[in-house]
RNA sequence: GCUUCCUUAGCUCAGCCGGUUAGAGCAUCUGACUGUUAAUCAGAGGGUCCCUGGUUCGAGCCCAGGAGGGAGCGCCA
């Protein structure tokens, strides 16, 4: 009778021993000498590797010699409590057979011997096909994995609709950035217009279009529908940012919820991202305490820190208080009116509060056409969630839901009304009191792992003069 | 885009004031060892010193330009 495949993480967690097991994955290392060898295996199902034993005189020589660091085996055994210290259980070998060599002169992901430093991760972005077979990215992206589908718990929990909103769009007026260009034209002589420009009206979809830079809007007018609702899907921006926080391919989630004000808005934000972090604690503490103990040993103080503190709430205008009045000497200086600086933003997360912040009601003039006019009429219902380390992880706002005030601030900040027709229309017809904010799911992963550039949360990161793979 | 630093073996890095044939550890290969744990021990192979040009009797090292990468800043999530 044939066995069932099992995964290492089942074996390694397994009370029944002494059993027929099989095993698939690929090998991490292997050693020992002419009577018994050691086969670290590994497929990805946890961080931990299973130990093989094989005795070698059971194994053709040509068998063992394939058998080395990146090659993949599967092998039947016996499942046993383990001889040796750093284990609890292991296989020992009945049959092995290597499904897929590797050569291990050109292999580039080998371990690293005692007291080295090992390959750098600037080197495995360049190898990032290869990358997901080491314990870093294997951790990595099985958190990503886990946050993704510990957001659709969240919202799925709660009422919350899962909206699909245009990667497509033909609307350029969003205003967050610029933008990728979609179009089946020609690259050599594009139909033109008489006064000589590119005649999109001859395009695919007959005008220009772009990729998303957001699904706010369109998420808007589900909300006023359905209630609430949220995106998650990818997002694009053409801004030539070069920093680790940045990538030009990237996943948000965008929340948008009718009858919600600012106060609602920062509750959820603070509960949303707290169930988030308790999510990845609960489900991948291996994990997490390898990026720990590997790369940050304050990860997991700061991960429960997270949790078991309310984000520090303040306005603009107290922030900009603080910092006018901190001892601290800044390169930039502090001005109500202008936007906070990256100096800025660190010293009240990481200096003066030393917890999350959540700073609200920002001048009009630096924020975004849509937000809701204070009383005042000089700030808007706007709220930014700044974190260690990373900076901006969420913004967010009330919107503006009347007609007047909406079309007073476009016209003001030289938005077309026309071009958003139909987001307008949310205002003329049946308007109500809504908010929402934006999530940006990589500067979350990046805060949660504990990695400290962006481009290795992500498994092939698109970011200016790169889309290899 | 701006500022700044970096680029030497598969990887991580040394390389003196510009001076013969460019080094180490790990990895790889060969051999030894009957239970290893980032195995150990012995040996071997492995280089377009990022590219182009210049200065010099002589350049890994100095100068100029270019490419690639990191970090900081800007833009933002």
Not at 48 to 60: C, I, S, T
Request: charged share 25%; proline share 4%.
């Amino acid at each position: 009778m044939s066995v069932r495949r099992s995964s290492v993480e089942a074996l390694l967690t397994s009370q029944e021993l002494d059993r027929e097991v099989l095993v698939k994955g690929w090998v991490r290392t292997r050693r020992g000498n002419k009577y018994v060898q050691f086969i670290a295996v590994n497929d990805g199902s946890t961080i931990n590797n299973l130990q093989v034993v094989a005795d070698a005189e059971k194994f053709p020589e040509e068998t063992l010699k394939d058998v080395t660091t990146g090659s993949c085996v599967s092998v039947k055994g016996r499942l046993v409590a383990s001889q040796g210290k750093g284990q609890t259980v292991e296989v020992q070998a009945t049959e092995i057979e290597v499904l897929g060599k590797t050569d291990p002169e050109v292999y580039p992901i080998q371990r690293r011997g005692a007291g080295q430093q090992g390959i750098s991760l600037e080197e495995l972005r360049k190898i990032a096909h290869l990358r997901p077979r080491t314990n870093t990215f294997g951790a990595v992206l099985r958190l990503r994995h886990t946050l993704a589908f510990g957001i659709h718990q969240y919202f799925n929990d709660r009422g919350f609709f899962y909206v699909h909103t245009p990667i497509i769009t033909g609307s350029d007026a969003e205003g967050a950035g610029q933008m990728f260009r979609v179009t089946t034209l020609p690259d050599q002589n594009p139909p033109l217009t008489e006064d000589g420009k590119v005649d999109y009206s001859q395009d695919f979809f007959g005008k220009s279009t772009n990729l998303t830079v957001s699904g706010q809007l369109e998420g808007e007018l589900a909300a006023m529908a359905l209630g609430q609702i949220y995106t998650f899907g990818p997002t694009f921006r053409a801004e030539n940012s070069n920093t680790p926080r940045h990538l030009a391919e990237f996943w948000m989630i965008e929340p948008e919820m009718a009858f919600y004000e600012l106060e609602d808005n920062m509750d959820l934000a603070e509960d949303f991202l707290k169930y988030l972090v308790r999510y990845a604690l609960e489900r991948c503490p291996a994990d997490l305490q390898f990026l720990n103990d590997t790369y940050d040993k304050e990860l997991l103080n700061r991960l429960r820190f997270v949790i078991d503190n309310d984000f520090q709430r303040l306005t603009y205008t107290e922030a900009v208080d603080i910092l006018k009045s901190a001892k601290q000497k800044f390169e930039f200086p502090v001005d109500w009116g202008t936007d906070l600086q990256s100096e800025h933003e660190r010293y009240l997360v990481e200096k003066h509060f030393k917890k999350p912040v959540i700073l609200t009601n920002y001048p009009k003039d630096i924020k975004a056409f849509y937000m809701k006019l204070d009383e005042d009429g000089r700030t808007v219902r706007a709220m930014d969630v700044l974190f260690p380390g990373i900076g901006e992880i969420i913004g967010g706002s009330q919107r503006e839901e009347s007609l007047e005030k909406l079309e007073q601030r476009m016209q003001e900040m030289h938005v077309p009304a026309e071009e958003l027709w139909w987001y307008l229309d949310t205002r003329r017809f049946g308007t109500a009191p809504h908010a929402g904010f934006g999530l940006g799911f990589e500067r979350l992963v990046l805060f949660v792992t504990g990695m400290t550039n962006i481009r290795d949360v992500i498994p092939f990161p698109r970011f200016p003069k790169n889309a290899e793979f």
